[in-house]
C-alpha cells in the first residue's frame, strides 16, 4: 500500500506561487509514476501534471504549461508542483496520484490518491 499527503496549499493573491508537495510512505514510489489533478467547486477532477518515474519524462494540461512544473526526489519519497503566475482559475483542491505506470492524465487509472491540500487564488 501506498500512503500519500500533500501539503504547501493555502491562499495567495494571483500572480503569486506556491510549492506544493506528496510525501509517500509504505513503499517506495520510485519506480512509480506520479501526477497532480484538481478539483474546483461543482467542477470535476481534472489532470493538472505527470512525470515519469525517473523524473525524466513530464506532461501538462495546456492550461498550466509554462506555469506550473511538477518534479521528484526519490530519495526522499517526494513529488512537487511549483506553481507560478497563479490565476483564480487555479483555485482548487490539489491532489497526488500515484500508479506504477504512466496513464497521461486519466485519473480513473491511478491506484492512490492521497487527501488534498486546498489552493485559493485571490484576484
Known amino acids: 500500500q501506498v500512503q500519500l499527503v500533500e501539503s504547501g496549499g493555502g491562499l495567495v493573491q494571483a500572480g503569486g506561487s506556491l510549492r506544493l508537495s506528496c510525501a509517500a510512505s509504505g513503499r517506495t514510489v520510485s519506480g512509480y509514476a506520479m501526477a497532480w489533478f484538481r478539483q474546483a467547486p461543482g467542477k470535476e477532477r481534472e489532470f493538472v501534471a505527470e512525470i515519469s518515474w525517473s523524473g525524466g519524462s513530464t506532461y501538462y494540461r495546456d492550461s498550466v504549461k509554462g506555469r506550473f512544473t511538477i518534479s521528484r526526489d526519490n530519495a526522499k519519497n517526494t513529488v512537487y508542483l511549483q506553481m507560478n503566475s497563479l490565476k483564480p482559475e487555479d483555485t482548487a483542491v490539489y491532489y497526488c496520484?500515484?500508479?506504477?505506470?504512466?496513464?497521461?492524465?486519466?485519473?480513473?487509472?491511478?491506484?492512490?490518491w492521497g487527501q488534498g491540500t486546498q489552493v485559493t487564488v485571490s484576484s
Open positions: 496520484a500515484a500508479n506504477p505506470t504512466r496513464t497521461y492524465g486519466v485519473a480513473r487509472k491511478y491506484d492512490y
